[in-house]
């Protein structure tokens, strides 16, 4: 069965800092990937996926970027961090052949 | 108008009681339709996916209604465990694979 691993859980980090999230799928080749953030409040809002190794497609313009260097990992980073980054970080994954998206267990970063 | 939009509860309803939320839309060319369960301070999880002849599994019914733009999910026999905020998901017409659209959610509190 497929598996879905992001790390860390929980990241506090000062403004300014930089930012690299991780996110693996284990049981699957080829996957779609997904960057989402949810802030307190709101819904969740797309801001990167992937359809395959060295391909991103950005939703939103913000000081974040996503890379994938192995088909299934998808990395989010940014180089300076700002207060509104703060959120619940989430990775998912879809077939490629289907819609349906399931999610990792997501990062909580809290920018101070 | 909002692209997907949900009433945000809270529904406080007793265990054994039946509850339902809709979920409208606004591109009327939407296809794909899913509702998605998000407990606290967890990952969203895909509940079921939304089928044109309405569908259901186990204690739960989802229903479309093209003509009108809207979704719904029936849950019978409430459960505790049941508590937990409900997404409604919408993919657009022609989008990409990036292109899920969440509601806000719709949250439920089931009482003993």
């Known amino acids: 069965s497929q598996t879905i691993h992001q790390w860390p859980a929980t990241l506090v980090q000062p403004v300014g800092s930089p930012l690299s999230l991780e996110c693996t799928v284990e049981?699957?080749?080829?996957?779609?990937l997904y960057w989402y953030r949810q802030a307190a409040g709101r819904g969740l809002q797309l801001l990167f996926y992937s359809v395959g190794i060295g391909q991103i497609s950005s939703e939103v313009p913000q000081n974040l970027s996503a890379s994938r260097p192995q088909d299934r990992q998808f990395i989010l980073s940014s180089k300076k961090l700002l207060l509104s980054d703060s959120g619940f970080y989430l990775c998912?994954?879809?077939?490629?052949?289907?819609?349906?998206?399931?999610f990792g267990p997501g990062t909580r970063l809290t920018v101070t | 108008r909002k692209e997907v939009e949900q009433d945000p509860g809270p529904f406080n309803v007793p265990e054994g009681a039946t509850v339902a939320f809709n979920c409208t839309y606004s591109?009327?060319?939407?296809?794909?339709f899913f509702w998605y369960r998000q407990d606290c301070r967890k990952e969203p999880k895909l509940l079921m996916s939304v089928y044109s002849s309405g569908n259901e599994d186990g204690r739960f019914t989802a229903q479309l209604n093209r003509a009108s733009q809207y979704i719904s999910l029936l849950i019978r026999d409430s459960k505790l465990s049941d508590s937990a905020t409900y997404l409604c998901v919408v993919r657009r017409y022609g989008g990409s694979q990036g292109n899920l659209i969440f509601g806000k959610g719709t949250k439920l509190s089931v009482k003993p």
């Open positions: 591109n009327s060319a939407s296809q794909s």
């Open positions: 998912a994954w879809s077939q490629w052949t289907a819609y349906e998206q399931y």
């Open positions: 049981g699957t080749s080829n996957p779609n």
